[in-house]
């Protein structure tokens, strides 16, 4: 005899059990290979490092030695406020008009070569900017010394009353016009394929020009705040 319930077990009724597709493993392989492309990544990374500091540390590098060498006066003009266009201490004001040249020399004593970004120069009189000079980048190669050139166009710039008597008297009665020359030469050393950090080599000259000769009479220079 067969019960109701029986013929249902039986029978093409709904079934209990449910049926579940198996998940893609696409994403988990993906997940997979960009997991692997960083450590390999991370790997030649601190590989390069790590040959690059041992690479720093054999050579065991100095910073460059860069110096003014010689400075030339082209022309100085000072114009004053007075009809005459002679300058003088009662003058309100006073523009000053100076080009000259300098040459400086850059010394690497390393084993590797220096790759010098573009340096600027402000020169200074008694605490007043007057120009800038630019030096253009370059390579230098290692146990090597170059000259460069550059110039200092000061077009007419204005200074104040005691300033300005200040260079007329040092440029007439004492044939002697004391300047300053401030910059900073970017500077980074190149091994092999590999290229240091920044390296700043702070120049700081005090001179001083004669009018009438057209030359450089006095230089003290110092390089990172140390005299040489």
Sequence with gaps: MTTESGSHRRGGGPSNYHHYRPRSSSSASF???????????????LLALAIFLILF???KPKKPQFDLQQVAVQYLGITGTTTSNIPSP???????????????TAVNPNKVGIKY???RFTVIYRGIPLGRAVVPGFYQPAHSERELQTTVVVDRVSLAQADAANLLKDATDNDRVE???LGEVPAKIRIMDFTSPGIQVSVDCAIAISPTKKALTYKQCGFDGLSV
């Design 31 to 45: 997940k997979g290979c960009c997991c692997c492309l960083f450590l390999l990544l991370s790997f030649l990374l």
């Design 57 to 59: 540390l054999a050579v």
């Design 90 to 104: 009662a003058a309100a004001t006073a523009s000053v008009s100076l080009n000259f040249k300098m040459w400086f």
């Design 117 to 119: 970004g573009e340096s």
């Design 179 to 181: 300047l300053r020359i």
